[in-house]
């Protein structure tokens, strides 16, 4: 197995006639075994990037190699599940086993796509269209990781699950992608539920990469500082500031000591993300392969 999942390189993707770009020139690089966040605003470009990964569509220009080859190459490898999560709605739960079995002969983990379906008590008999759409989800999960892939691609995984199935599932999802080595990548807007999940984030803007390393490598190049709203943080990079009273709370990228004035912790992932989300004009800051600024 390669040491990199993913590597995207000048990555573009632009869609109909006025090559709109959904992706504009994105450069990162995935290792193999990480749990990769990917977050930023809606129409950002992660559901492109995931298609792309996926082999679904072509990049317009740049490359993107997934395992090691071109995506399309490499389909048996990696499971997706996308947005809409498509299954056929005739067939029973247990007939989509059935099926995800027959297309994966050799490779298929009947137990893990069993115990996915299992733990959402959902009846082997009931048909597909009669299931709500957090059931659904449960049912992809299920097929995705009975194929064993070694790159599991999903796109807003849990947005109609309840929290508790929320919590269940992620908690299986990351202790077999943890058992096999499995490389996950997880689109998501619930930024909260990431946090000890994952590893590795990728934050997009207007279809660039904003942040990508490894998760403790960003927070720790960052600092959440409270101080006195007239003091000075001149001498390092703000990304987003706010003032209350005679009180300035900031999220910096430190560029040196701080002044003894300022009160420093360290950001959670909510933190950091939300501040350069409201910050769209933040300096890029890129760890996850030279593990230094690329500004
Ligand atoms: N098939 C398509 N045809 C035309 N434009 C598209 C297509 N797919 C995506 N786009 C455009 O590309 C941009 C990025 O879309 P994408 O779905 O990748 O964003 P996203 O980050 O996944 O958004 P969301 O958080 O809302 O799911 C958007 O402006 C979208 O309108």
Not at 1 to 6: L, N
Not at 123 to 131: C, G, S
Request: charge should be negative; charged fraction near 25%.
């Amino acid at each position: 197995m390669t040491g990199t999942a993913i590597e995207a390189a000048a990555l573009s993707r632009t869609f109909g006639r006025r090559r709109k770009a959904a992706l504009d020139g994105c450069d990162f690089r995935l290792p193999a075994g990480s749990v990769c966040a990917v977050v930023g605003p809606n129409g950002a470009g992660k559901s492109t990037l995931l298609s792309l990964a996926a082999g679904l569509i072509r990049p317009t220009d740049g490359t993107l190699t997934v395992l090691g080859q071109a995506p399309a190459a490499v389909r048996e490898r990696l499971a997706y599940v996308a947005q809409d999560k498509p299954l056929y709605p005739q067939l029973t739960v247990a007939d989509t086993l059935r099926f995800g079995r027959e297309l994966n002969p050799g490779r298929w983990d009947a137990k893990v796509a069993e115990r996915i379906v299992d733990e959402g008590e959902l009846e082997p008999d009931a048909k597909i269209r009669t299931l709500s759409g957090g059931q659904r989800t449960r049912v992809a999960l299920a097929l995705a990781l009975g194929k064993r892939p070694e790159l599991l691609l999903l796109d807003e995984p849990m947005a109609d699950l309840d929290p508790l199935a929320r919590h269940q599932l992620m908690a299986t999802l990351m202790a077999d992608a943890a058992e096999h080595g499995t490389t996950v990548v997880m689109s998501s807007h619930v930024v909260a539920e990431l946090d000890g999940s994952c590893d590795h984030l990728l934050l997009l803007g207007a279809g660039r990469v904003r942040l990508a390393g490894p998760l403790d490598d960003l927070l720790s190049a960052h600092r959440l500082v409270t101080g006195r709203a007239d003091a000075s943080l001149d001498s390092h990079t703000v990304i987003e500031s706010r003032t209350t009273g005679r009180q300035l709370t900031a999220l910096i990228r430190p560029e040196g000591p701080l002044d003894s004035g300022w009160q420093a912790t360290a950001p959670t992932l909510e933190e950091l993300v939300l501040a350069h989300l409201r910050a769209p004009q933040a300096p890029v800051l890129r760890l996850d392969d030279v593990r230094e600024a690329a500004v």
